[in-house]
Antibody
Framework: QVQLQESGPGLVKPSDTLSLTCAVS?????????WGWIRQPPGKGPEWIGY???????YYNPSLKSRVSMSLDTSKNQFSLKLNSVTAVDTAVYYC????????????WGQGTLVTVSS | EIVLTQSPGTLSLSPGERATLSCRAS???????LAWYQQKPGQAPRILIY???SRATGLPDRFSGSGSGTDFTLTISRVEPEDFAVYYC?????????FGGGTKVEIK
């Protein structure tokens, strides 16, 4: 059974870069799934950040596209998120997730990690 | 970008009652690309329905999804105590995903 686990700093300073990694176990990231990031500000609904395929193809939320990049490390079976020039509005629980094969919904999620942007 | 509007914002029900949750899209969504999730406090969202009407593995049959085009519905035929949660719809279109704002199903 696939498991996903986010890791990274819980506190980031304004204007800095938020960096998170998602370690995947029980399933190869070199498969017919998209690997995504979703965030959820406190008390609000989820917001899709983007997703990446094993080939390296990636799609990002247009509202974040200028600040986001994602990458894969197949040797470690993990993928990463970078969000630069963060502000307080980027404070949220960040989830990594996997889409179901050949579908575009997320069938497996990490537990989420709270990232606070504050000086 | 397709915007999903969920209604009502909050649904107050007693156990055993029927829940009807709406998700309206700003543009046509192919049925295959519409999903519903359940989220409880402190947990990640959990997939319930995909392809507008297909139940996820192990989901009780009191949950059902329907709809097409711009109007989709999640129905819980008889709400159980464990069903009190927030529900989100999500769509895929033109390689982009969006989520609705959610409907909270609370105990009356």
């Amino acid at each position: 059974q696939v498991q996903l686990q986010e890791s990274g700093p819980g506190l980031v300073k304004p204007s800095d870069t938020l960096s998170l990694t998602c370690a995947v176990s029980g399933h190869s990231i070199s498969s017919t799934n998209w690997w995504g990031w979703i965030r959820q500000p406190p008390g609000k609904g989820p917001e899709w950040i983007g997703y990446i395929y094993y080939s390296g193809s990636a799609y990002y939320n247009p509202s974040l596209k200028s600040r986001v990049s994602m990458s894969l490390d197949t040797s470690k079976n993990q993928f990463s998120l970078k969000l630069n020039s963060v502000t307080a509005v980027d404070t949220a629980v960040y989830y990594c997730a996997r889409t179901s094969s050949n579908w575009y919904f997320f069938d497996s999620w990490g537990q989420g990690t709270l990232v606070t942007v504050s000086s | 970008e397709i915007v999903l509007t969920q209604s009502p914002g909050t649904l107050s029900l007693s156990p055993g009652e029927r829940a009807t949750l709406s998700c309206r899209a700003s543009e046509t969504v192919y049925s295959r690309n519409l999903a519903w999730y359940q989220q409880k406090p402190g947990q990640a969202p959990r997939i319930l329905i995909y392809g507008a009407s297909s139940r996820a593995t192990g989901l009780p049959d009191r949950f059902s999804g329907s709809g097409s085009g711009t109007d989709f519905t999640l129905t819980i035929s008889r709400v159980e105590p464990e069903d009190f949660a927030v529900y989100y719809c999500q769509q895929y279109g033109n390689s982009l995903l969006t989520f609705g704002g959610g409907t909270k199903v609370e105990i009356k």
